[in-house]
């Protein structure tokens, strides 16, 4: 049953006629308003998406000092220069890494990349949503 | 009847929450051992400042100022003076730490074992070890860093 025969069967139950081009100016009606919520979702990501990307930036840069700053990059650095001796002592190594870690820079990074993902595919299905907007087979729509 | 069980949405969940539990519970044993051998660390380094560092200026209540020593497994940093088998040297924390040479300790610079003697003050190293009862570091192993043209191996803060 297609949305002409629904809309026939529900005048027909209302007992009287239907004004000649009601069903056309219904579809329509629906198709822009869902086009405008897509959309509407769309840009809404997509600023989002944009800001996030500038404040994880933001957040790159600090936990790459941080990382220089804490000693934790030299100190991996050790597998590199070191590799024997690293693996000999291997748990003190790992332990040293662990607490040179500058966790909030991290916790901030993380939390910005998370934000960053789910805003991306919101905005992207967001797009297919556009695209698969309902035309009901109407030209002016 | 088994395939059935095994496809389940509630056995898929339930492994799901497990896991994410002993996950979780591993890492709060792993934060709290090296919470307790930090802690151990700080309370030392504090009891022995004064012997080794000289007495410094203390809060009102008679703890050191600053967060302490951050890191007791290891540190990266300019060396500050070379006492016998022990060198101190400030980190990033910038706390004075005091890294004890022992026989099993390996000492490098580019790609040569050197000897302790070979450290100046003024170095940048960075070393990993084990934190010993006075609140020192028994190091396992000490790099000895080029210097970078700013003379610092941390940037300036």
Do not use: C
Request: net charge positive; charged share 20%; proline share 4%.
């Amino acid at each position: 049953m297609d949305e002409s025969d629904r809309f026939g069967k529900i005048i027909s139950e209302l007992g009287s006629p239907a004004p000649a081009g009601l069903l056309e100016k219904i579809l329509f009606s629906i198709t822009r308003r869902e086009r405008r919520s897509a959309a509407l979702k769309l840009g809404a990501y997509s600023s989002a998406s944009v800001i996030v990307a500038v404040l994880l930036s933001f957040s790159w840069s600090a936990a790459n000092a941080a990382f220089y700053r804490s000693g934790t990059s030299q100190l991996f650095s050790l597998v590199f220069s070191d590799f024997r001796s690293v693996l000999a002592n291997w748990n003190y190594f790992i332990l040293s890494v662990f607490e040179s870690l500058p966790v909030p820079e991290i916790i901030s990074l993380l939390i910005s990349v998370a934000v960053l993902s789910v805003l991306v595919s919101l905005a992207v299905a967001s797009i297919r949503n556009v695209g698969r907007v309902r035309n009901f087979g109407l030209k002016h729509a | 009847m088994l395939d059935n069980v095994l496809k389940s949405r509630w056995l898929r969940l339930s492994v799901l929450i497990l896991l994410a539990l002993v996950f979780l519970l591993a890492a709060f044993w792993f934060g709290m051992a090296i919470g307790e051998k930090r802690a151990d660390f700080r309370n030392h380094w504090s009891e022995n400042y004064g012997k080794f560092f000289g007495e410094p200026r203390r809060g009102f209540f008679g703890e050191l100022p600053g967060s302490g020593p951050g890191n007791p497994f290891g540190n990266a940093g300019t060396v500050l003076s070379v006492q016998g088998n022990a060198i101190v040297a400030k980190g990033s924390d910038n706390n004075e730490k005091t890294i004890v040479i022992t026989s099993s300790t390996v000492i490098t610079e580019r790609s040569e074992t050197v000897a302790l003697s070979d450290i100046k003050p003024g170095d940048l190293i960075v070393a990993i070890g084990a934190p010993n009862e006075s609140g020192q570091i028994d190091a396992k192993l000490i790099r000895i860093f080029p210097a970078p043209l700013n003379g610092s191996l941390l940037p300036k803060q």
